[in-house]
């Protein structure tokens, strides 16, 4: 009896539910630290600044002369009576406020004039030690993902080096007979393997460490070989085709063989035939082969094994809401990835639908958008609005 399809929120559930990630620590320097995951509650080591310091442009004064109004400066002497105190400038302690370079005028032989109404109080542009960054302060939580201005609050804090999640290591290995190399002309029988150069870039966006592996024939013995290689390395392993029941898809049973079965079938196109298994403790993820599957596939699971393993929630991406030009098909029970052109136009911003099977994949794969249909909907008319995901 055939397997019931899993929405792609069981699958998921299945395989989280029988797996945990080994994670670990590591220590890296501050320019190898962007986009890693903060595994330690971070802390200033120093306090900032070390003394007070001015907040603008300015001359330092004591703030005692301006009690009962502005005092004649006619005879003021630099060092004496005041001081130059610029932006972030430390300066004598005798004076205790700044006033504003716009409001002096400078004479010759350092006198200085102030302009009428010039009213100072204690501390007037001053910034007391420490009102930056104090020692012991909370810089960044563990579990955040670091940003160009985390490391900068990080290093402003006393870090140059931070301890991070260990990225997981995702093992990717293409398979098929008919699959040749990027850059190899194909002849009749052959197709460009894509889908190692999609896989290497995705995962490498979603904070994982890919680990490529040459292309395997479909022959059962060398598939078996490249899998338990590849369980030997990695954290998560992605067998990439041979999911289908073709004569030479040997994929989704050897997944079986080698592990636990999870699955093996998905309400969700394309790729739905997709497999998933446990080996050693880890997920062993069959994906589809058609580079659009395959795209699908590395987008709705393993981003949300590769989050899981971070600790981490996926992040959110940016969404845009456009009338679709033409009705949109759906299969009651599926959850289907369509992708579209964005298109502004007098009425609006539409979306062109680049989507559909047997038409060329390049305009699917470089789409701007993409909407996934609900396995309730049965189809959409012309004229709809959608919030769709932008990709560009």
């Not at 006619?74 to 004496?80: F, K, L, V």
């Not at 080096?161 to 007979?177: E, H, I, N, Y």
Request: overall charge negative; glycine content about 10%; hydrophobic content about 40%.
């Amino acid at each position: 009896m055939e397997q019931k399809a899993l929405s792609r929120k069981e699958a998921l559930e299945a395989i989280r539910s029988c797996w945990t990630p080994a994670r670990t620590n590591e220590t890296v320097p501050l320019e190898a630290a962007l986009d890693r995951v903060l595994a330690e509650d971070l802390y200033a080591r120093y306090s900032l600044p070390v003394v007070r310091s001015s907040t603008m442009d300015g001359i330092g004064v004591d703030s005692a002369l301006f009690r009962k109004g502005e005092p004649d400066t006619a005879h003021w002497q630099w060092g004496q009576d005041y001081v130059r105190a610029d932006t972030g400038d430390d300066f004598d302690d005798r004076f205790d406020a700044v006033i504003p370079v716009e409001a002096v005028t400078f004479l010759e032989g350092g006198r200085v004039v102030l302009a009428p109404g010039t009213k100072v109080t204690p501390g007037m542009h001053v910034r007391t030690a420490g009102s930056s960054v104090a020692r012991g302060d909370l810089l960044l939580r563990a579990g955040t993902r670091l940003r160009p201005f985390d490391l900068a609050a990080a290093v402003l804090g006393g870090h140059t080096k931070l301890v991070v999640g260990k990225k997981p290591v995702v093992a990717f290995l293409p398979t098929g007979s008919e699959l040749i190399p990027p850059g190899t002309e194909p002849i009749r029988g052959e197709n460009i393997d894509s889908n190692s150069v999609l896989a290497q870039a995705m995962l490498t966006e979603m904070g994982a460490q890919p680990l490529l592996f040459p292309i395997t024939a479909d022959n059962p013995e060398l598939l078996r070989t490249a899998i338990c290689a590849a369980a030997e390395r990695a954290d998560i392993i992605l067998l990439c085709g041979g999911s289908s029941k073709g004569g030479d898809d040997f994929n989704a049973r050897l997944a079986g063989e080698l592990g636990t079965l999870l699955f093996h079938s998905v309400a969700a196109a394309p790729g739905r035939p997709m497999a998933a298994a446990m080996l050693d403790g880890k997920p062993l993820i069959n994906v589809s082969g058609p580079p659009h599957a395959a795209y699908f596939i590395l987008d709705w699971c393993v981003s949300e094994l590769v989050s899981t393993f971070l600790g981490i929630e996926r992040p959110l991406r940016k969404t845009v809401r456009a009338r679709i030009t033409k009705p949109l098909e759906a299969t009651p029970g599926m959850e289907i990835l369509r992708r579209f052109e964005l298109i502004e136009t007098e009425r609006g911003l539409e979306a062109v639908s680049v989507s559909g099977r047997g038409g060329p994949v390049c305009p699917v794969l470089t789409a701007s958008a993409q909407f996934v249909t609900e396995s309730a909907c049965s189809g959409l008319e012309a004229g709809e609005a959608l919030e769709l995901t932008y990709l560009r």
